[in-house]
Structure formats: structure tokens, C-alpha cells
């Protein structure tokens, strides 16, 4: 499955949660190639700081743009299991190039009016996509949750109206853990005093990917 991480707004988490699927998929024994195509770099210096931690790595991580991610996941697709793409938070030909080759798009929101307001370019977006990738299944995550649940569920509730994406069930929060985790090169799953919390939700949106919409 080629599974891409995106949107058009920053600091939603795209690269917590293609990390941490990264991390989950890899303990499955899955072949996985994490590719960064963000020009912030974020994944790449993620698995940079987990190589230097010396923490193992069975996935192998690279770095693709423009038009470039298309044309070289066309040629290694059939070497892996999976391919997780981290694109970044803007509508560049990278993403665009990525959403060509994907069988699903991943789409974290942060449950804030900003967010929210990228709906309308988003929607834009897919549909040119769709006239290109019919086969694409675009989703809606809630990240970076509220603590109270109340802005979660306002949120939820806008997405559930959009025709052009299917919003995810699960909310992933807003904890310490994702960082914590992200400044060692970990997942939250590795971690020696793990979250349960921030694992069970990771957990959840994985088994949902992989396993309901494989």
C-alpha cells in the first residue's frame, strides 16, 4: 500500500503520524520505505537522529521531490510492502506528484479554525487528483486533539459533511509523548515509559489503515 501523508496547512503532525505508522508497519515484519518529500525534511531528520541513537532500523528512508516522487515510486513499489510518503503542509507538485502514485491519503487536522478553513483548496485539490488517480481514498484525521473533547467534536462534525473525504473515527491527542518519542527517533510504541493512551490511539488509526482499508 502507498499511503501518503498530507494537506495544505502546517504543524498538523503530518510527520508524527508517518513516522509512527513507519515504526508500527516495520514491527508487523512489513518491507517499508519511509519517504520524505517535505522540503522541511522532518522524516529525514527524524531517522537521522534514530541512526545516531543507535536504534534499529529496518526500513530504509529517502528523500524525493517534485515530480521525481512519482517517476521513483513507479520503479520501487514492487520492492516494498508498504511506502509511506510524508509530503508537506502546502500544495506543492510534490504532494501532487505523491497523491498520482497513492492508494490513500491521509489528511491530519488539528481540530482549529485555520484547519478547518484549508477545506475548500483541499477539496480542489482531490478533485484534480481524482481526474488522475480515480482509485485514491482520501481521509480526514483529527490530531493534536483537545484534551476536553469539545473542539474535537466540532470538528468531527464539519469533516462528516465533506463528500470528498471520509473522516477517520479515532482522535490522536495532543501529548507530550509524540514528542518526546519524536526527539529520540522513536515511536510512542518503543518508548520505555510509554503513553497508553498515545499508544492505543496510534495503534488504533494503524489497525485502521492497515487492516480496514487494506
Known amino acids: 500500500m502507498i499511503v501518503v501523508i498530507g494537506g495544505i496547512k502546517g504543524g498538523s503532525g503530518k ?5 509512527n505508522l513507519t515504526v508500527l508497519r516495520s514491527l508487523e515484519g ?17 531517522s537521522l537522529q534514530r541512526e545516531l541513537s543507535g536504534y534499529p532500523t529496518p526500513w530504509a528512508t529517502i528523500q524525493l521531490a517534485g515530480s521525481a516522487v512519482r517517476s521513483q ?3 520501487m513499489k514492487q520492492d516494498y ?17 505523491s497523491l498520482t502514485v497513492a492508494d490513500t491519503y491521509i489528511v491530519p487536522f488539528q481540530p ?15 478533485s484534480e487528483i481524482s481526474s488522475v488517480n480515480e ?15 469539545n473542539d474535537n467534536q466540532g470538528a468531527l462534525e464539519i469533516l462528516k459533511d465533506c463528500p ?13 509523548a509524540f514528542a518526546n518519542a519524536a526527539t529520540s527517533g ?13 499508544v492505543g490511539e496510534i495503534q488504533s488509526l494503524y489497525q485502521h489503515v492497515f487492516n480496514l482499508l487494506s
Open 112 to 126: 482549529r479554525s485555520l484547519d478547518i478553513w484549508t477545506l475548500p483548496d483541499l477539496r480542489n485539490l482531490i
Open 186 to 198: 522513536m515511536g510512542v510504541i518503543e518508548m520505555r515509559m510509554q503513553d497508553k493512551k498515545a
Open 81 to 97: 510492502d508498504d511506502i509511506i510518503i510524508d509530503v508537506g503542509g502546502r500544495d506543492t507538485t510534490s504532494q501532487r506528484s
Open 15 to 19: 510527520t508524527t503520524i508517518a513516522t
Open 135 to 149: 482509485n485514491l481514498k482520501s481521509f480526514a484525521l483529527i490530531n493534536r486533539g483537545d484534551s476536553m473533547g
Open 73 to 75: 515510486i513507479a520503479k
Open 164 to 176: 470528498y473525504l471520509t473522516c477517520l473515527p479515532m482522535v490522536i491527542g495532543q501529548r507530550k
Open 30 to 46: 512489513k518491507k517499508v520505505l519511509l519517504v520524505d518529500a517535505d522540503e522541511q525534511k522532518s522524516a529525514s531528520n527524524w
